[in-house]
């Protein structure tokens, strides 16, 4: 038995914006975005947010892995939907985590989820380390292109680790590149040559050397660099002052999915670790008023199947064009919604709180009589042969598959994204119920559709900007892999 990385999972949303678009639009104002408009980034949908991502994440990296051994969770963000309210709470109640669970909000640089990673790298307990990143961006800016949506995970604990960590070593200076106040919508960019030059280069080469001394190697022991930087070319310029060679610099995924924050170094070990060799190493850095460095070696230790983790999350894709539709759902412009948009939306907290395990959880229940399964759990049993009281037992269901019964296409209910898509799901091992659809198509659904949950935003109380979730039916082809 020896303490690593265990597991590790991802999640990137399904929508992937074509940065073209992006540029034709903003062409008559800033025709000196062009250059960057190749490729994709992703977006998030409407009911996608930081935690939603973190929830998928998680429960990717956690297939084959007992969540009851789970003492910590760490949420890494800069840009968390509640300044006041524990959004790693709202992720381990998804999971359905341990009540006895340590979670913590990391937050305010981009190096949040490396200082995560080493924080619970310092410990004996099994942690799980989650970062997401869903950044607003200001229109025809050239972080709106090369930036992208999304969340990665890594377990840590005592077993039969993927990788080891062999060396590590930080900084802490106030070097500020960018920044957003509480009163800031968008982040305020400095002058990229001197981030490049006073930053990077200056901070990063040396917490490498530091890292390499403390495990005795090389630079050119190094597999696999993975670093995360807005700034163009900064990655190979720091690699080669390091003494590391451009050949095992990892692809950034600028390309495929675009720059993901906070939550991008663990995206890239995620990628790392999916196509490393056993005896491999690989360092990954993050920076952001200092910088992290940790370096890992890897076992040759098998990966739990099941789970989709980068590649998967990246072939999992859908092509958008509409660059109105994303700028609607990040509102960053004003639409008349319409009159049905209208209705008070006020959650009360309390029955929120009193119907938790049915609402965040998803914990349906099981007869222990006769064992039928329902959702949401009651004090009389279903079954019409049976009816017994008090016998249900607590029974989750956001791990199950099911197929469609009934669908509607409804376009008189308001939605964000036309039409609203909800119906039936029977689920395979029993039990059914009336939910709303997200990552379909309207002319593409059908009766015995294959369909599984995912923790979305089931809807937004604007007047107070309280934000409910709810689990929702998605095709199961477009997301297998998680639990």
Partial sequence: MAFGILATGAYIPRLRLQRRAIVDANRWFAPGLSSLGKGERAICNWDEDVITM????????????????????????????????????????????????????????????????????????????????????????????????????????????????????????????????????????????????????????????????????????????CMAAMVPRVVNAVGKTAGIADAVIADSLQALCGDTGAAHPLLLLVAALERAKAGERIMVVGFGQGADALLFEVTGAAAAKGRLGCAGHLARRR??????????????????????????????????????????????????????????????????????????EPHPFSRKTGRVNSFTADRLTYSPDPPACYGMVQFEEGGRWMMDFTDVEADKLEVGMRMRMMFRIKDVDAQRGFRRYFWKAAPAEAAEGSA
């Avoid at 998680?58 to 300044?83: E, K």
């Avoid at 319409?338 to 006020?346: I, L, N, V, W």
């Avoid at 914990?363 to 222990?368: L, T």
Wanted: aromatic fraction near 6%; glycine fraction near 6%; include cysteine.
């Fill in 54 to 225: 973190a929830v998928e994440a998680a429960r990717d990296a956690t297939i084959g892995v007992d969540r009851n051994d789970i003492a910590s969770l760490y949420l890494a963000s800069t840009t968390f939907p509640f300044l006041d309210r524990l959004n790693a709470g709202v992720v381990a109640e998804a999971l359905c985590l341990p009540e006895a669970l340590s979670a913590l909000d990391v937050a305010s640089t981009q190096r949040c989820a490396t200082s995560a990673l080493a924080h619970a790298l310092r410990g004996t307990d099994s942690s799980i380390v989650v970062a997401a990143e869903h950044r607003r961006t200001r229109a025809a800016s050239a972080i709106e292109l090369n930036a992208g949506d999304g969340a990665a995970a890594v377990v840590v604990g005592e077993g039969e680790p993927l990788a080891r960590l062999v060396g590590r070593a930080h900084s802490t200076v106030d070097f500020v590149d960018h920044f957003r106040t509480a009163e800031s919508e968008f982040d305020y960019q400095w002058e990229e040559r001197w981030i490049r030059d006073a930053g990077y280069m200056t901070i990063v080469p040396p917490v490498i050397a530091r890292c390499l001394a403390e495990a005795g190697l090389k630079a050119s022991d190094v597999n696999h660099f």
């Fill in 319 to 392: 092509e958008e064009t509409n660059y109105s539709k994303f700028l609607a759902f990040n509102d960053l412009i004003e639409i008349e919604r319409g009159m049905r948009s209208e209705t008070d939306k006020q959650t009360p907290l309390s029955s929120l709180w009193r119907n938790r395990d049915t609402v965040t959880g998803m914990i349906g229940g099981q007869c222990s009589v006769c064992g039928t399964l329902q959702f949401p759990i009651t004090r009389i049993c279903v079954n019409p042969n049976c009816n017994a009281m008090d016998t249900q």
